[in-house]
């Protein structure tokens, strides 16, 4: 007989392995600072050490607002921002040369945050879109037949 408090090691309860709540957890944890290590990364290969410094500094915003409602929020008004940081700068005076682009650096920097900014919004959406997001349940499975397009049938006089 087995005591009120003992249990088996390889009982199953409910269909789920002992502790696999916490190892779930772990793998998420683990999981989501890989990812914010790899966007970092793809931030500083696309837009060089001022990239990079936006990655990081985006990820440590992502710990403090996990919604991405914020990081959309902040990506729109940082590409809002970039044409009033060009006219504050001095538009340019016939064609557009090298030289312009690198007088204009706030506007690039801007434009650099504000598609890291959607970017990772985008990426924090993927889980919800997909119905995985947090508290989310596992779709239903769909009945045979149910995505059979009903056929009009015809009636005596020849109307459908």
Do not use: D, K
Request: aromatic share 8%; net charge positive.
């Amino acid at each position: 007989m087995r005591g009120e408090g003992s249990r088996s090691h390889g009982s199953h309860r409910g269909g789920r392995h002992p502790g696999g709540g916490l190892r779930l957890r772990r793998t998420g944890r683990v999981t989501r600072i890989a990812l914010g290590i790899l966007f970092a990364y793809a931030t500083y290969f696309f837009g060089g050490l001022a990239g990079g410094l936006i990655g990081i500094a985006l990820m440590a915003l992502r710990i403090r607002w996990r919604s991405p409602s914020f990081f959309w929020a902040l990506g729109v008004c940082a590409m809002a921002a970039a044409p009033f940081s060009v006219l504050v700068q001095g538009l340019a005076f016939g064609n557009v040369t090298p030289g312009f682009v690198s007088r204009h650096g706030v506007a690039h920097l801007l434009v650099g945050i504000g598609l890291a900014s959607v970017a990772l919004a985008a990426f924090l959406e993927i889980p919800l879109v997909r119905g995985l997001g947090p508290n989310a349940e596992p779709p239903a499975p769909v009945p045979a037949g149910a995505l059979a397009v009903p056929v009009a049938e015809e009636s005596a006089s020849g109307e459908p």
